[in-house]
T-cell receptor, first 114, second 118 residues
Framework: DSGVTQTPKHLITATGQRVTLRCSPR?????VYWYQQSLDQGLQFLIQ???????AKGNILERFSAQQFPDLHSELNLSSLELGDSALYFC?????????????FGSGTQLSVL | AQKITQTQPGMFVQEKEAVTLDCTYD???????LFWYKQPSSGEMIFLIY??????QNATEGRYSLNFQKARKSANLVISASQLGDSAMYFC???????????????FGKGTRLHILP
């Protein structure tokens, strides 16, 4: 158990809908990262927060947004969903942003858009 | 431009043999970190090993070692005495710091699927 909690584990929804994925980082970790894993794309970096502040952005679509709350949990909001958004979404956390800090991953949320 | 390249989409290796998974990276930074993660069929991401760009010695963690060649920008993972449980997807990743010095992200390669044959 990595200590990172993601809910829900599975999510099935329809095109055009909006969903929220939730992540609780390991106790004490200030940094949260979101990744999207599609079948043939590996892990695509979406966005990173550190202590409530957005720090880095990857190839995150405008339909997607995220935030990190004062209690350090984070939410990833996906709207106007398309079939191509179906993927495994990972949240990861690290204690800080030091070079040696490794990421601890949650078990992921499998999103299926029908 | 792709920053992490894993050229082997899939590999088949006989049990108990050593296996090398290739990873090359691209960065203009002098200070960066390199990671390897394992993703078994269950889906979780498991940290294996870390190598810092200024580390003088190659990293080792049990049966895992990292063949770090800085000038070639390669960070190959070596698994000694492979086991059936090593069958999984393996990802190479790099942590780089962006221009501001405050921001960072960890980017992953597309992975190598390793199959260990009995």
């Amino acid at each position: 158990d990595s200590g990172v909690t993601q809910t829900p584990k599975h999510l099935i929804t329809a095109t055009g809908q909006r969903v929220t994925l939730r992540c609780s980082p390991r106790s004490g970790d200030l940094s949260v990262y979101w990744y999207q894993q599609s079948l043939d794309q590996g892990l695509q970096f979406l966005i990173q927060y550190y202590n409530g502040e957005e720090r880095a952005k990857g190839n995150i679509l405008e339909r997607f947004s995220a935030q990190q709350f004062p209690d350090l949990h984070s939410e990833l909001n996906l709207s106007s969903l398309e079939l191509g958004d179906s993927a495994l979404y990972f949240c990861a956390s690290s204690a800080s942003t030091g070079k040696r800090e490794k990421l601890f991953f949650g078990s992921g949320t499998q999103l299926s858009v029908l | 431009a792709q920053k992490i390249t894993q050229t082997q989409p899939g590999m088949f290796v006989q049990e108990k043999e050593a296996v090398t998974l290739d990873c090359t990276y691209d960065t203009s930074d002098q200070s960066y970190g390199l990671f390897w993660y394992k993703q078994p069929s269950s889906g979780e991401m498991i940290f294996l090993i870390y190598q810092g760009s200024y580390d003088e010695q190659n990293a080792t963690e049990g049966r895992y070692s990292l063949n770090f060649q800085k000038a070639r920008k390669s960070a190959n993972l070596v698994i000694s005495a492979s086991q059936l449980g090593d069958s999984a997807m393996y990802f190479c990743a790099m942590r780089e710091f962006l221009e501001s010095g405050r921001d960072d992200k960890i980017i992953f390669g597309k992975g190598t699927r390793l199959h260990i044959l009995p």
